[in-house]
């Protein structure tokens, strides 16, 4: 039996994902604007021209039926013709559930690429249930926040692509503290590229991504219970471009540092290998908007310094 499109999934686990293509019975003609591929180049590791879409479907299949099974729920929204970058979904908008309530943060994207995308997704996360909200002032994607341990509050990656300003806002939307940190490492240019926190407050990170005072915020951040060091190497491969859910923690590459990390904490690191996404840019938690449920009550939101 399909759960009703506001009920919890049993795993506690929601997560949104975009299609990779146009529709069949799409009323313009398919053509090359009707499916993934890499256009531009608005982040150091992208490559113009097409991916193997084959690869691409197969490799996406992977990473959903991987989700679901552990129990998670995952919503498809529609791919943006002629805007490619869709397809990673996580930076369209920051996604949150309380008290049954559904609501969405629209991006405020640096580079017009993306901004093209930004009314259909609002059109889909409408039709699926979300309250919009935004998008704030200052710019703000979705891949430069990660949300903290039981929703105890959020960092936010500035200095590449997000404002540090738009954390007043989000904290306003949340209604839990944010804590911004610059990034410094041009590849890294999100913080979802530098950066993941399980969800028993391990934090995977590589440290130079960021400034050195941004680093000692982050273990005086509560939440944070230890900062784990990853090469630089695997961050560049996505290694810390994760996904977790349930008992697993899904991987795109082969980085044993990071594995043995997650092993630490528990969790059971799974390889699902996004090499036509790496094309692009990104990889598995950019592919992957999780519905974050904030159930404590909400709580002061004073700056942090």
């Known amino acids: 039996m399909k759960a009703h499109p506001n009920e919890t ?27 993934f ?39 498809e929204l529609p791919f943006v013709h002629g805007a490619f970058d869709s397809v990673f979904a996580k930076d369209n908008a920051l996604l949150v559930e309380r008290g049954g309530r559904r609501r969405a943060l629209l991006a405020s994207y640096l580079h017009g690429e993306r901004g093209q995308e930004q009314r259909m997704r609002a059109v889909a996360l ?10 704030p002032s200052a710019h703000f994607e979705g891949g430069d926040v990660v949300m903290l341990p039981e929703g105890q509050g959020l960092l936010l990656g500035h200095g590449q692509r997000s404002d540090v300003k738009a954390a007043a806002e989000l904290e306003r939307f949340l209604e839990v503290p944010v804590t911004p940190v610059e990034l ?3 590849a890294l240019y999100h913080l979802d590229v ?7 407050g391990t934090a995977l990170v590589y440290p130079e991504a960021f400034t050195r005072e941004s680093f000692q915020r982050m273990e005086r951040t509560p939440g944070i219970r230890r900062l784990v060091p990853i090469p630089r190497d695997e961050a560049l491969r996505f290694s810390l471009n994760m996904v977790e859910c349930g008992n697993s923690v899904l991987i795109p590459c082969r980085a044993p540092v990071t594995e043995q990390a997650v092993r630490d904490a528990g969790k059971t690191p799974v390889h699902v290998p996004l090499e036509q996404f790496h094309l692009g840019g990104g990889s598995a938690a950019c592919l992957v908007a999780a519905v974050h449920r904030l159930e404590r009550p909400a709580r002061s939101t004073r700056p942090r310094a």
Do not use: K, Y
């Open 9 to 35: 999934p049993a795993s506690g686990r929601t997560f949104v994902v975009s299609q990779l293509e146009c529709g069949r019975d799409e009323a313009h003609a398919r053509d090359t604007d009707c499916a």
């Open 37 to 75: 591929r890499v256009s531009w180049v608005i982040n150091p590791h992208m490559r113009v021209g097409p991916v193997d879409m084959t690869a691409a479907c197969e490799e996406h299949r992977v990473l959903r039926e991987a989700l679901r099974r552990e129990g998670a729920e995952v919503l």
């Open 126 to 135: 409408e039709a699926r249930g979300f309250e919009l909200h935004g998008p």
């Open 184 to 186: 410094t490492d041009p």
């Open 194 to 200: 530098a950066l993941t926190v399980l969800e028993d």
